[in-house]
C-alpha cells in the first residue's frame, strides 16, 4: 500500500501563488508518473500536470506557463507551484501516483484532496 498525503492549498486573491506537495509513504517499490488533478464544483475530476520518474512533464493548456510540477525521486514527493492564479483555478487538487505493484502491475494512487482558491 502507498499513501499520498497533500498539503498548501489554501486561500489567496486572484494573482498570487501557492505551491502544493505531496508526499507518498509506505511499501514503495517504485513509482513511475506522478500528477495534479483538480476538481471543481459540479465538473469532471481533469488533469492538470504530470511528470515521469525521468522528468518529463506535462500541462493543461489553462495552466501552462504559470503552474510547474517537479519532483524529488528521493524523498517520494511531488510539487506543484502555482503561479498567477485565477478564480477559475479554485477547485479541490488531488494528488495522483502509478505506483509498480508487480513486473506487469501498475495501480493508481489518490491523494484526500487539498483545496485551492483563488478569489477575484
Known amino acids: 500500500q502507498v499513501r499520498l498525503v497533500e498539503s498548501g492549498g489554501g486561500l489567496v486573491q486572484a494573482g498570487g501563488s501557492l505551491r502544493l506537495s505531496c508526499a507518498a509513504s509506505?511499501?514503495?517499490?517504485?513509482?513511475?508518473?506522478m500528477g495534479w488533478y483538480r476538481q471543481a464544483p459540479g465538473k469532471q475530476r481533469e488533469l492538470v500536470a504530470r511528470?515521469?520518474?525521468?522528468?518529463?512533464?506535462n500541462y493543461a493548456d489553462s495552466v501552462k506557463g504559470r503552474f510547474t510540477i517537479s519532483r524529488d525521486n528521493a524523498k517520494n514527493t511531488v510539487y506543484l507551484q502555482m503561479n498567477s492564479l485565477k478564480p477559475e483555478d479554485t477547485a479541490v487538487y488531488y494528488c495522483?501516483?502509478?505506483?509498480?505493484?508487480?513486473?506487469?502491475?501498475?495501480?493508481?494512487?489518490w491523494g484526500q484532496g487539498t483545496q485551492v482558491t483563488a478569489s477575484s
Open positions: 509506505g511499501s514503495i517499490f517504485k513509482i513511475n508518473a
Open positions: 495522483n501516483a502509478d505506483h509498480q505493484e508487480s513486473t506487469l502491475y501498475v495501480k493508481a494512487y
Open positions: 511528470i515521469t520518474s525521468g522528468g518529463r512533464t
